[in-house]
T-cell receptor, first 114, second 112 residues
Framework: GENVEQHPSTLSVQEGDSAVIKCTYS??????FPWYKQELGKRPQLIID?????GEKKDQRIAVTLNKTAKHFSLHITETQPEDSAVYFC?????????????FGTGTKLQVIP | SQTIHQWPATLVQPVGSPLSLECTVE??????LYWYRQAAGRGLQLLFY??????ISSEVPQNLSASRPQDRQFILSSKKLLLSDSGFYLC???????????FGSGTRLTVV
C-alpha cells in the first residue's frame, strides 16, 4: 500500500520567515495530493491541493510543488504569521475500488514565533 | 451547500461500556463516508469507509464497527470500549469520483 513520509515533525520559524514541509510517497498511482492544517483541538481543514498533472500551485502565501519522478511534494509558506501555527498534514490519494484512498503523513507541528 | 455534522463533541466513557458516534451529511446524495481516528499527537488513521448504504469496509481490524443505515448517516460503534480506544474521532465525506475530503468537527473520546 501507499506510504507517505513527512518531514520535519516539528518546525519553528520567526514571524515573516518562510517554512517548508516535505513529503514523499511510494505509490506511483497516487494522483492527488492535499495538504491539511489542523489547529489545536480542531478538525483538519484543506488548505491547498495539487493534482499529478500539475507541477506547482500557489494560493497567496501558500504554494505546493510536486515532483512525480522523485515522488515527493512540498508545502511552502512565505511571510509566516503567528496564525500559521498549527499541525500540517500532507496526503497522497488514489481512487481504488470506488473510493478515494487517502494516506496521510504523520504531521508537522509548525510554530511561528512572533 | 454541503455540511457535515458529528456528535457528540466530547465523551468520557468507562472501560467496557458501549459506544455510538454519529455523523450525518447534508446537501448531497450518495457521499463516500469515512471514519478516522487520531491518537494524541499522532497522525490520522483510517478506520472505515463506505461507498453506499450498508457497504462498509474496514481498514484496521479492531474493537470497533461501523454502519450506514441511511445514505447520509454513518455510525461508529463498539460493544465494549478499551483504554486504547481513546482518541479524536473524525468523520469525513467526499463526492464519488471526486477528490478532497471534508472533515466533521470530531469527537474527543476518553476511555477511563
Amino acid at each position: 500500500g501507499e506510504n507517505v513520509e513527512q518531514h520535519p515533525s516539528t518546525l519553528s520559524v520567526q514571524e515573516g520567515d518562510s517554512a517548508v514541509i516535505k513529503c514523499t510517497y511510494s505509490d506511483s498511482a497516487s494522483n492527488y495530493f492535499p495538504w491539511y492544517k489542523q489547529e489545536l483541538g480542531k478538525r483538519p481543514q484543506l488548505i491547498i491541493d495539487i493534482r499529478s498533472n500539475v507541477g506547482e500551485k500557489k494560493d497567496q502565501r501558500i504554494a505546493v510543488t510536486l515532483n512525480k519522478t522523485a515522488k515527493h511534494f512540498s508545502l511552502h509558506i512565505t511571510e509566516t504569521q503567528p496564525e500559521d501555527s498549527a499541525v500540517y498534514f500532507c496526503a497522497a490519494s488514489v481512487y481504488s475500488g470506488g473510493y478515494q484512498k487517502v494516506t496521510f503523513g504523520t504531521g508537522t507541528k509548525l510554530q511561528v514565533i512572533p | 451547500s454541503q455540511t457535515i455534522h458529528q456528535w457528540p463533541a466530547t465523551l468520557v466513557q468507562p472501560v467496557g461500556s458501549p459506544l455510538s458516534l454519529e455523523c450525518t451529511v447534508e446537501g448531497t446524495s450518495n457521499p463516500n463516508l469515512y471514519w478516522y481516528r487520531q491518537a494524541a499527537g499522532r497522525g490520522l488513521q483510517l478506520l472505515f469507509y463506505s461507498v453506499g448504504i450498508g457497504q462498509i469496509s474496514s481498514e484496521v481490524p479492531q474493537n470497533l464497527s461501523a454502519s450506514r443505515p441511511q445514505d447520509r448517516q454513518f455510525i461508529l460503534s463498539s460493544k465494549k470500549l478499551l483504554l486504547s480506544d481513546s482518541g479524536f474521532y473524525l468523520c469525513a465525506w467526499s463526492r464519488p469520483l471526486d477528490y478532497g475530503y471534508t472533515f466533521g468537527s470530531g469527537t474527543r473520546l476518553t476511555v477511563v
